[in-house]
């Protein structure tokens, strides 16, 4: 047993799985608002990193400028991706709306190949510093930048849906429709708030695993591992969403761990979670912090 | 759409498959007219139908999946790629091809009860994301199990060979593929005139009113998945013995999405549907790949590099062709026949 290895796994895992979890919570809180289930969301990562890699190449302007220019164009992306394709399916069947986001998400992963190629490029370097080191292990400074954004993405989120008056509409749009329209709610636009939130906080995770890793296609894969890390949560559920993304990137390197000491199966890394996922929605299909839907005739 | 005043009187005239003789004929002679293709078409135009025709009858399984049941698969490609498996691995144990096909679909239904389970539990949603699970795995499967797939390498197969015949060109083996589809059609058809297809209609219109009037929810959407998975093996299969070859890639997500863009482009819940959506995703790529040959060498082309990219603009095709549809004519293109067909009854009167 290699224990130096194994604390690296953990510590990547959480690192990772932090990133899973902010990406699973933009997820969650377009499913939260309007019921919609989008299959788009690694797309939001893709175009985001593009675009603001494309500002420091192209456009030479510094990171916080390109950030804050990227971050205006990803929120009216948002808003129009719901009013244009979303807006005329609602009151559809969930298989409608689940089909629409999945064509949006084809789309956009051609698009962005046609555009840029199918290439992975590389961030210019933001940090002085290549890695520091935590306790003894050789960390990245970036993985520990994309610790804090996390962080601070989460505490945000918590702060907006606990303190802000757009949060309180959100919840209530959340809750009961109808309701929420009649007390004075405008859903349309909690609607298209939250698709603009849920943009903007993928693009942050888009620029940090752009940073990270460079930018390619492979990003929109985060699209697909919100979907473990949500359904472990509990799918309408911020706080499950977080802890969710946590477990399911502790999961995949410890099952590379696993894989790579005993068992030689390789690909577990990928394939693990999508397991866990089968077993979570046998046994407790609600997840861990979802709302459960008692039917009663 | 019928015509105002024609009542059907019995249950029997109202579930028949061709409602006025003149369509039973018509039936017969598209069927007919279908056999005459190899003398009037090349090789290449023959593979795009063999193409429509295996992916109709897949098209055919998740239509009465998703359009009949009312549940969610992303993993349709797994499932279309385990029976091109199948079909292969049994050949190599010396049975038949004819009848390979028919084991993989069998074999392919088995595989599709066990990842159908949890449809005995779970819906809509989850359901959807416990099939995109499913895909993910088998395909993981397929890359590793190499007594099964040949790994990432492949696996070679046989061609179709029927009482010594060899019908491995694309003139014969279109009408093997012919033979599966009319078959696999009539089947669904008169499935849909059953106590069991009527079963799985009434789970997608209101599962608790089906309940109540006894029908066994979980046996019948588990049921639903095995027939949709037999489908996929049996069109899985004959993709297989077309082509000789079968590799892991193909089946990938992607792929999936586009049996699902199918059914919807066709028309959820038609059978004749799935015939028509199957045929507009085949011959998509072929629309744009003439209309970026038409703007070869122009401004245009050059600017935005189209012939470079044409595998990405066919990827966009997809993703658009699904979005429109779903917005402008979400009940797809047997609802649009249909429209057309009660203009010509109805004419000039518009009721």
Same mark, same amino acid.
């Given at each position: ?297 | ?146 007594? *099964?797939?040949? /790994? &990432? =390498? +492949?696996?070679?197969?046989?061609? #179709?060979? $029927? @009482? ?65 998975? *037999?489908?996929? /093996? &049996? =069109? +899985?299969?004959?993709?297989?013995? #077309?082509? $000789? @070859? ?65 595998? *990405?603009?066919?990827?966009? =095709? ?7 549809? $779903? ?25």
């Amino acid at each position: 047993m290699d224990t130096t290895l194994l604390f690296q796994l953990v510590l990547n895992g959480l690192i990772v799985g932090a990133l899973y979890g902010v990406v699973a919570m933009s997820f969650v809180l377009i499913y939260k608002a309007s019921q919609v289930v989008n299959f788009a969301q690694g797309e939001f990562l893709l175009v985001g990193a593009w675009v603001c890699w494309w500002m420091l190449t192209t456009w030479q302007l510094p990171f916080w400028a390109g950030f804050l220019v990227t971050l205006a164009f990803m929120t009216l992306f948002g808003i129009l991706l719901q009013v244009i394709v979303l807006r005329p399916l609602i009151g559809e069947p969930v298989i409608s709306v689940i089909m629409a986001t999945v064509g949006l998400s084809i789309f956009f992963q051609a698009l962005m190949k046609w555009i840029f190629g199918v290439f992975a490029q590389p961030f210019p370097p933001i940090f002085t510093a290549e890695r520091v080191s935590v306790m003894g292990l050789e960390v990245q400074t970036v993985y520990l930048a994309s610790l804090g954004v996390s962080a601070l993405i989460m505490l945000g989120f918590w702060w907006f849906f606990s303190y802000s008056k757009h949060g309180l509409a959100m919840r209530a749009t959340a809750f009961d429709q109808q309701v929420a329209q009649s007390l004075g709610v405008s859903v349309p636009k909690v609607f298209a708030m939250s698709w603009a939130i849920s943009a903007m906080v993928s693009t942050v995770a888009g620029v940090v695993v752009g940073v990270v890793n460079g930018v390619s296609s492979a990003l929109s894969f985060y699209g697909i591992k919100v979907f473990p890390a949500v359904i472990l949560g509990g799918l309408d559920s911020i706080v499950g969403a977080v802890l969710g993304g946590l477990i399911v990137g502790v999961l995949e390197n410890l099952a590379q761990y696993v894989d790579a000491q005993w068992l030689n199966w390789g690909n577990m890394y990928q394939i693990a979670p999508f397991y866990a996922l089968i077993l979570i929605l046998l046994i407790k299909p609600y997840g861990l912090f979802g709302t459960k839907n008692i039917e009663r005739v | 759409m019928t015509p105002a005043s024609d009542f059907r009187t019995s249950y029997r005239a109202d579930t028949t498959i061709f409602p006025t003789r003149n369509s039973r004929i018509a039936a017969i002679v598209g069927v007919g007219l279908l056999c005459a293709a190899p003398l009037v078409f090349g090789r290449y135009e023959l593979g795009l139908l063999i193409t429509i025709g295996f992916s109709a009858i897949a098209a055919l399984g998740l239509n009465i999946l998703v359009g009949f049941t009312g549940q969610i698969s992303i993993g349709h490609a797994a499932f279309f790629g385990f029976g091109a498996f199948a079909s292969a691995l049994l050949v190599e144990y010396h049975v038949p091809v004819p009848i390979a096909i028919w084991g993989a679909g069998i074999m392919t239904a088995l595989v599709g009860l066990v990842f159908g389970a949890p449809a005995a539990r779970l819906k809509g949603l989850y359901l959807a994301i416990a099939t995109l699970a499913a895909q993910f795995i088998l395909e993981d499967f397929f890359a590793r199990a190499r007594w *099964f797939s040949g /790994g &990432v =390498a +492949g696996r070679v197969t046989e061609p #179709y060979e $029927l @009482f010594g015949l060899r019908l491995d060109r694309e003139e014969t083996y279109f009408y093997v593929v012919l033979a599966h589809v009319v078959i696999l059609f009539l089947a669904a058809a008169n499935l849909m005139r059953t106590r069991d297809g009527r079963a799985l209609i009434a789970v997608r219109d209101h599962y608790l009113s089906a309940e109540m009037m006894g029908i066994n929810l979980a046996y019948y959407r588990t049921l639903s998945f095995g027939i949709a998975s *037999f489908y996929a /093996g &049996v =069109a +899985g299969a004959l993709y297989a013995h #077309y082509l $000789l @070859f079968v590799s892991v890639e193909a089946f990938n997500i992607l792929y999936s999405i586009q049996f699902l863009a199918m059914i919807i482009i066709g028309g959820l819940g038609s059978v004749m549907g799935s015939m028509m959506g199957a045929a507009f995703m085949v011959l998509l790529p072929e629309i744009v790949q003439a209309g970026a040959d038409l703007l070869a060498g122009s401004a245009i082309d050059r600017a935005l590099r189209i012939g470079a990219s044409i595998s *990405f603009l066919r990827e966009m =095709a997809i993703g658009a062709a699904i979005i429109l549809f $779903l917005i402008f004519e979400p009940d797809g293109l047997a609802h649009r026949w249909k429209m057309i067909k009660a203009y010509w009854k109805l004419y000039p009167f518009s009721h």
